[in-house]
Nanobody
Framework: VQLQASGGGLVQAGGSLRLSCEGS????????IAWFRQAPGKERGGVSC???????FYADSVKGRFTIFRDNAKKKVYLQMNNLKPEDAAVYYC??????????????????WGQGTQVTVSS
């Protein structure tokens, strides 16, 4: 499975962006899909994930502002980001895993990674 992340850009604080993660070379239906982000000098951390059954999970820092959803027919997973804050600025990565288990936000739980897409939030 290959993943392609897109949708990043420059936005003012309070604004919105929608990131897309598109899969190819295989189906995403049975996979857990996650979004991670990494800011300069910081470790890559989990933002949100969605299970094959549609269960969603969010990091505390984005709850109420970000929404993850999937369109299996289009092999896409989206991350709608509202009320963006300067601290949300980072490179965002999508990842897919077949056996994620309980470690939802651990990078090693995911076998497949897309390239990053840059999100910049101006204050």
């Amino acid at each position: 499975v290959q993943l392609q992340a897109s949708g990043g850009g420059l936005v003012q604080a309070g604004g919105s962006l929608r990131l897309s993660c598109e899969g190819s070379g295989g189906t995403l239906d049975s996979l857990t899909i996650a979004w991670f982000r990494q800011a300069p000098g910081k470790e890559r951390g989990g933002v949100s994930c969605i299970g094959s059954g549609g269960s969603t999970f969010y990091a505390d820092s984005v709850k109420g502002r970000f929404t993850i959803f999937r369109d299996n027919a289009k092999k896409k997973v989206y991350l709608q980001m509202n009320n963006l804050k300067p601290e949300d600025a980072a490179v965002y990565y999508c990842a897919a895993g077949s056996r994620v288990g309980v470690r939802l936000f651990h990078p090693r739980s995911y076998e497949y990674w897309g390239q990053g897409t840059q999100v910049t939030v101006s204050s």
